[in-house]
């Protein structure tokens, strides 16, 4: 009975386990992948990225659980990305993490240009051109 009550035990910590690491390294996006604006986590548990998906426009948000003057948004990138003419339609942006906790990539579905952003430097970098 030891014996088994221990097999159980055992198998219930490493489906536990397997689940949580199995989480972590999916990815998070929003209920609504279609939404005008989402969130999108950084490695530093403090800062999100606030991304307007129609107009590639960008933000960094940081919240505390103590500190209320700690709570700030920062523009990262306040240039619309598309065209007067062209029309804005949800999801149309979206941002991919790199290995490097501060750089990020901002993808145009449409048209598939990319951006390299850098949280670090408050901002776009530059184009990542057709190749």
Known sequence: MKRIFFAITLSMMMICTLAQSSSSRSPKYADNPNATFQLFPTQNMWNFIKLNTQTG?????????????????????????????????????????TENMYTFLLLDTIDGRVWQTQSNHRGIIGQIYNF
């Open 57 to 97: 426009e960008m933000w960094q948000v940081q919240y505390s659980v103590n500190d209320d003057d700690s709570r700030i948004g920062v523009t990262l990138n306040d240039l619309v990305l598309i065209g007067s003419t062209d029309k804005k339609v949800n999801g149309r942006f979206t941002l991919y993490p």
